[in-house]
């Protein structure tokens, strides 16, 4: 299974790529935050890959219109929509880098 590496929280999980990286997060009693169980709606669960965007399934259009291009390229991922095939590590923001409603970092 890929390794996902949570650097800024120091922590290693595997993840079952047949399951969102949410999924695998909440699993794992990883730190992750969400409210709207994983509809792609708040915004909240999102991620920032740092290494291995090729090893994350595409983003779908759910995760498009929530995120836009921008966030996107630069490597920001939803969780609850994403997957990862390989080993990846990524950043995982608190909850003092998020908004209350999550809509900006
Ligand atoms: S859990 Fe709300 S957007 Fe992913």
């Given at each position: 299974?890929?390794?996902?590496?949570?650097?800024?929280?120091?922590?290693?999980?595997?993840?079952?790529?047949?399951?969102?990286?949410?999924n695998?997060?909440?699993?794992?009693?990883?730190?992750?935050?969400?409210s709207?169980?994983?509809?792609?709606?708040?915004g909240?669960?999102?991620i920032?890959?740092?290494?291995?965007?090729?090893?994350?399934t595409?983003?779908?259009?759910?995760?498009?219109?929530?995120?836009?291009?921008?966030?996107?390229?630069?490597?920001?991922?939803?969780?609850?929509?994403?997957?990862?095939?390989?080993?990846?590590v990524?950043?995982?923001?608190?909850?003092?880098?998020?908004?209350?409603?999550?809509?900006?970092?």
């Amino acid at each position: 299974m890929p390794t996902v590496t949570i650097l800024n929280h120091n922590l290693e999980i595997s993840s079952q790529p047949t399951f969102s990286l949410l999924n695998n997060f909440l699993i794992n009693d990883a730190p992750i935050h969400g409210s709207c169980g994983g509809h792609a709606n708040c915004g909240c669960c999102r991620i920032r890959i740092l290494e291995g965007p090729e090893g994350m399934t595409k983003a779908n259009e759910r995760e498009m219109q929530k995120l836009g291009e921008k966030l996107l390229a630069a490597g920001w991922r939803l969780s609850c929509q994403a997957h990862s095939l390989r080993d990846i590590v990524i950043h995982m923001p608190t909850g003092n880098e998020l908004d209350r409603d999550c809509s900006k970092l």
